[in-house]
């Protein structure tokens, strides 16, 4: 149980695209979501939370007209990252959290994109 | 923010020995979770352990809440347990939802 998809696994793009990730929660609802970036050999960094329905909230730092997320359902959640540059290309790791039960967070696979 | 350190930043055993893992945290916590993440990038949740302790096979934690610390424990390691451990929170004081990660301790297992 517990299981979060990320699709794709890894994309490559032109600067100056925008790119669609989707984060999904396969056998749970999940009612907030986490998008987390960790650069190489660097920790992961929370970048926002989002719960189904609501505006995501962003940590200080990340630009929400760059990264946006929408949470349309309780189990997807998608970040788009708008007019991609070299420097966005990180591995972007999602999580889910079941229904407020408890604490725990469930991670996605994460999707590595590289902006050449 | 709370803070999270981990101690060792690089710990290299051989096959066999008995490794642990420390976590430091500089405020109360609702969350503290540990992870393995494999060369692919794959976070593998190890614990959910905000208080208390657990033991799942080869591994086992204990997180003393009131002291602000968890411990990892990896009994008879082998080269699969190879990789980065990170130690995750979330402080209870309110605010963000999301976890505060330490920077994790490089382990590698050599035959």
């Known amino acids: 149980g517990a299981v979060v998809s990320q699709h794709p696994s890894w994309v490559i793009c032109k600067s100056g695209t925008s790119v669609k990730i989707e984060c999904r929660s396969l056998d749970f609802q999940a009612t907030t979501m986490f998008w987390y970036r960790q650069f190489p050999k660097q920790s992961l960094m929370l970048m926002a939370t989002s719960n189904e329905g609501s505006k995501a909230t962003y940590e200080q730092g990340v630009e929400k007209d760059k990264f946006l997320i929408n949470h349309a359902s309780l189990t997807l959640s998608t970040l788009t990252v708008t007019s991609a540059h070299p420097e966005d290309s990180s591995f972007y790791i999602c999580?889910?959290?079941?229904?407020?039960?408890?604490?725990?967070?469930?991670f996605g696979p994460g999707t590595r994109l590289t902006v050449t | 923010g709370i803070q999270v350190e981990q101690s060792p930043p690089d710990l290299i055993l051989q096959e066999g020995a008995n490794s642990t893992l420390r976590c430091n945290f500089s405020d109360s916590v609702n969350n503290l979770q540990w992870f393995h993440q494999n060369p692919w990038g794959q976070l593998i949740n190890l614990f959910y352990?905000?208080?208390g302790t657990k033991q799942n096979g080869r591994l086992s934690a204990t997180t003393v809440a009131t002291e602000r610390y968890s411990l990892l424990y990896i009994s008879s390691s082998q080269t699969t347990d190879s990789g980065v451990y990170f130690c995750?929170?979330?402080?209870?004081?309110?605010?963000?939802?999301?976890?505060?990660f330490g920077k994790g301790t490089h382990l590698i297992i050599q035959p």
């Open positions: 995750a929170v979330l402080y209870s004081g309110g605010g963000a939802d999301g976890l505060t």
């Open positions: 999580s889910a959290r079941d229904g407020g039960r408890t604490y725990e967070q469930y």
């Open positions: 352990i905000p208080s």
